[in-house]
């Protein structure tokens, strides 16, 4: 299956800004999406990564200050550019390198290194920073990185450069369903925050029948979707569950639900820490643990949340 996961660093989970300081959303951010990138490449699925063009730009650039930016504003030291069709970047993708799709012509191939420092940007001073000031969390820093590189298949992951909202981004995807010369019968969706992923959960979901498969989130979203028919287009606004199965009902397309735990829990509050704390075995569980986040059996409710070791006096 090829499997494309929308994923921004742009001012990542707020909602979580009363524990967690910005550059530490932003790392825990990237540990999910390192979650969600391994399980899907361990059962030998194809990622790919939709992210906004400055993403991009500064993976490619912020290593060589001298690499000169030209008119495109694309370094062209850092990538290299060819003429292709998206199923010829897939191909060639497989083989070597890694592309950024900027139209349905034209790519950009991405370094393996630059597609790590995309998933984790080492220089970001405001991890330097908080990697200096808070004892363990640089040793975490360094196990993470080797962790990753382990788990994560970076040559093996494409990377789509979209500025537009969720909706147009996808849909912009999902339009080589219904082009003759790309081989995609089948494209999924999946959101970079489903920390409790699995493989036997995402395989659940690829293998159920229906012309739209869905895994809709505890607040009535679309935490993943298959989409096997090509005149089907997303709306991830409100409770986009609902309008995705209206949508596909009213055009007389057969839907399946998958109903998981795992791919209905996305993480953006802190009352959704301690399901990571309890159910997660990789990196983000490891990272919450490393900033002292640990869980907390409340005496008076009975039920379990969160409690953090090191006060966090530093919150944007």
Not at 211 to 227: E, K, S, W
């Amino acid at each position: 299956m090829h499997v494309i996961v929308p994923y921004t660093d742009v001012s990542p989970k707020t909602r979580l800004n009363s524990i967690l300081t910005a550059s530490e959303r932003t790392a825990f951010a990237q540990a999910m999406l390192y979650d969600v990138i391994s399980t899907l490449q361990s059962n030998g699925h194809t990622v790919e990564l939709l992210i906004p063009t400055e993403t991009v730009m500064q993976a490619t650039d912020q290593r060589d200050q001298e690499t000169i930016i030209d008119s495109t504003g694309v370094s062209t030291e850092a990538v290299s550019t060819s003429t292709s069709t998206h199923a010829d970047t897939t191909e060639h993708n497989a083989a070597s390198d890694n592309y950024v799709s900027q139209s349905p012509t034209h790519t950009l191939s991405v370094t393996p290194e630059a597609i790590m420092r995309i998933l984790r940007d080492d220089d970001d001073p405001d991890n330097e920073a908080s990697t200096q000031e808070r004892d363990g969390d640089k040793e975490y820093i360094d196990i993470t990185v080797d962790t990753a590189q382990n788990q994560i298949q970076s040559n093996q992951i494409v990377v789509t450069a979209d500025d537009r909202a969720l909706t147009p981004a996808v849909n912009s995807c999902l339009n080589r369903l219904s082009d003759t010369e790309t081989p995609f019968s089948e494209l999924a969706v999946v959101m970079a925050d489903l920390a409790l992923i699995t493989p036997t959960a995402i395989e659940r979901l690829f293998a159920r029948e229906g012309d739209i498969v869905l895994a809709p989130g505890r607040g009535g979203g679309t935490n993943a979707i298959v989409v096997r028919h090509p005149a089907f287009r997303v709306d991830y606004h409100g409770t986009s569950y609902r309008d995705h199965y209206q949508a596909a009902t009213d055009a007389s397309l057969s839907v399946g639900v998958v109903d998981s735990m795992r791919l209905g829990t996305d993480i953006d509050k802190p009352t959704d820490l301690p399901e990571v704390l309890l159910h997660n075995n990789g990196m983000s569980s490891v990272w919450l643990q490393s900033a002292g986040i640990e869980l907390n059996l409340d005496d008076n409710t009975g039920r379990v949340g969160i409690t953090r070791k090191r006060k966090n006096e530093d919150v944007d």
